[in-house]
């Protein structure tokens, strides 16, 4: 049986919002795009899924998602997560009656695609079944076999929703990246300790760094990239990561503006995540 998944996505500015305090609203919506990317690009890759279906009215995600390979769905209802997924399953069965689809979350930056197979291959068995997220209390897939409604009921405590629908459990060993979304600076940090996607690591790059040299007395310095670039900050930059003093060598997350020889660093604090 081969699926063709769901992909929610909301638009990119207000996504992620509980990343904010961790990551700042700018690198947020830009994280939560490279969750997406890497989340959709193991997908395509599994051989279990036919499509995937990305539901958003966010233009830049969605020139993003498609130059992947995804099929970008506006989101017409506009009335939420599970009406989004409601929208695209309907869509995809008004093509194919006959479409076996899985509601998947876009948050999912370490999905790896055999692992991915494994849940699928483990959906099939059902003619609806969900897989729970790390924490044991949310969702992260939902199936329906050929004729069944995918009834999603996402959101806060979905996995006993789901069970209490009558879905089936799935209950797998080894598929920890298809469990791991992210909402938290805790969330990445576990995501990243299985081993982020190319995009996700490639946006997190931008945002880290080590301080390398710092004056207590105009609050300025430079930090120096992962790839070993330095890069100075001012003491607007100093002052607006709201910190009192900074030691070299201590790591830090960083907002960064303009290219070449004008790149500079306009915001600094303590890493953390």
Same mark, same amino acid.
């Given at each position: 049986m081969?699926?063709?998944?769901v992909?929610p996505?909301k638009p990119?500015a207000?996504a992620?919002?509980r990343?904010?305090?961790a @990551?700042?609203?700018g690198? $947020?919506?830009?994280?939560a795009?490279a969750?997406?990317q890497d989340t959709v690009?193991a997908?395509l890759a599994?051989r279990w899924v036919?499509e995937?279906t990305?539901?958003t009215?966010d /233009?830049?995600?969605?020139?993003e998602?498609?130059?992947?390979?995804?099929r970008?769905?506006?989101?017409?209802p506009g009335?939420?997560?599970?009406?989004?997924?409601?929208?695209?399953a309907r869509?995809v069965?008004g093509e194919?009656?006959?479409?076996?689809?899985?509601a998947l979350n876009a948050?999912? /930056?370490?999905?790896r695609?055999a692992e991915?197979?494994?849940?699928?291959e483990?959906?099939?068995g059902f003619s &609806?079944?969900f897989?729970?997220d790390?924490?044991?209390?949310?969702?992260?897939?939902?199936?329906?076999a050929? *004729?069944?409604?995918l009834?999603?009921?996402f959101g806060?405590p979905s $996995?006993?929703?789901?069970r209490?629908?009558g879905a &089936?459990?799935? +209950?797998l060993?080894?598929v920890?990246?298809? $469990?791991r979304?992210?909402?938290? @600076?805790?969330?990445?940090?576990?995501?990243v300790?299985? *081993?982020?996607?190319?995009?996700t690591?490639?946006r997190?790059?931008?945002?880290?760094?080590?301080?390398?040299?710092y004056?207590p007395?105009t609050r @300025?310095?430079?930090?120096?990239?992962?790839d070993?670039?330095p890069? /100075?900050?001012?003491?607007?930059?100093?002052d607006? *990561?709201g910190?009192?003093?900074? $030691?070299p060598g201590q790591?830090?997350r960083? +907002?960064v +503006?303009? +290219?070449g020889e004008q790149?500079r660093?306009?915001?600094?604090?303590l890493?953390?995540?």
């Open positions: 081969t699926w063709t998944l992909v996505l990119l207000r992620k919002t990343l904010s305090a @990551a700042g609203d690198p $947020r919506a830009s994280l795009l969750f997406a690009g997908a599994s036919r995937v990305v539901v009215d /233009p830049l995600a969605g020139r998602l498609s130059a992947l390979g995804a970008i769905l506006p989101d017409s009335l939420g997560l599970n009406a989004a997924l409601a929208h695209g869509a069965r194919r009656p006959e479409a076996a689809v899985a948050d999912l /930056p370490a999905l695609t991915l197979d494994l849940v699928l483990a959906a099939a &609806r079944a897989l729970a790390a924490a044991g209390v949310g969702t992260t897939l939902l199936s329906a050929p *004729g069944t409604e009834a999603p009921a806060g $996995r006993d929703r789901h209490a629908s &089936r459990e799935i +209950e060993a080894g920890d990246s298809v $469990r979304d992210v909402d938290t @600076a805790g969330d990445l940090r576990a995501a300790a299985l *081993g982020v996607g190319a995009h690591r490639a997190l790059a931008d945002m880290q760094g080590t301080a390398y040299t004056d007395e @300025a310095g430079s930090v120096l990239l992962d070993g670039t890069l /100075p900050f001012d003491t607007a930059a100093f607006a *990561g910190l009192r003093m900074l $030691r790591r830090v960083i +907002e +503006e303009g +290219e790149r660093v306009v915001f600094v604090t890493q953390t995540f």
